[in-house]
């Protein structure tokens, strides 16, 4: 069934894996796959263009449909598996409206998380301000404090893994968790959001995560560019 699925992907980068996590949850195995290399620049390779025009990673494509945006691709499949391992989508109206919620705000953690890590990749040198800096880690604090929020108290131990929608693992989960992953990566300190870290480190151990883990993750240690958010 996942034979006529390609994903060109990149190890780290949490819109790759939330994909690859629901392929998983989706009990969708066995697709065709590629691993590329951000720092070979390998994304802006003609194979890439072919499937994705704007050089970016993921390229994925279903039978003759390509869904490059991650989002739309977890969505996809979903629908079209629905009935096919994990449901990630709740029936209860009101945690579907929470999953969906909660799926879209992660947009804004992943831009307030990027604003900080890649400051120096993706502003001038000429046009870099400390006053900058200083805002962007008081916006991403408070974005994290918001999410600390959002979990409830099974999330204070990991021993009892909380979701972010419910009682259930979600499409939210799926689409949230590599970029909580990624905070934690760079160094952002548990005692600080005690409940975001139980969550990490319970999240961590599923299945459908721990097989999709990013290599170069396994391969080298994290940073500390966190630690003081």
Request: charged share 25%; glycine share 6%; net charge positive.
């Amino acid at each position: 069934m996942a034979q006529n699925m390609t994903l060109l992907w990149g190890s780290g980068s949490p819109p790759c894996w939330r994909v690859m996590i629901v392929l998983e949850e989706k009990n969708l195995q066995g697709y065709n796959q590629k691993l590329l290399s951000f720092e070979k620049q390998e994304h802006k390779s003609q194979e890439v263009m072919a499937m994705n025009p704007r050089g970016q990673l993921p390229a994925f494509k279903v039978g003759n449909y390509t869904l490059n945006e991650s989002y739309g691709a977890c969505l996809y499949l979903e629908d079209q598996f629905k009935c096919q391992g994990t449901k990630l989508i709740p029936d209860c109206p009101g945690e579907k409206a929470k999953m969906f919620q909660r799926m879209f705000e992660g947009f804004t953690l992943a831009d307030r998380m990027a604003n900080v890590i890649y400051y120096d990749y993706k502003v001038p040198e000429a046009e870099r301000h400390d006053s900058a800096v200083k805002r962007n880690r008081e916006m991403l604090s408070a974005e994290l404090k918001l999410w600390e929020g959002y979990l409830t108290k099974g999330c204070e131990s990991s021993k009892d893994c909380c979701y972010l929608a419910g009682k259930d693992f979600s499409l939210a989960d799926a689409v949230v968790f590599p970029s909580i992953a990624y905070v934690f990566r760079f160094g952002l300190c548990g005692l600080k959001y005690p409940k975001l870290a139980a969550y990490y480190e319970c999240l961590k151990e599923r299945p459908s995560i721990k097989k999709t883990w990013p290599p170069t993750w396994k391969e080298t240690p994290g940073q500390d560019l966190l630690k003081t958010v």
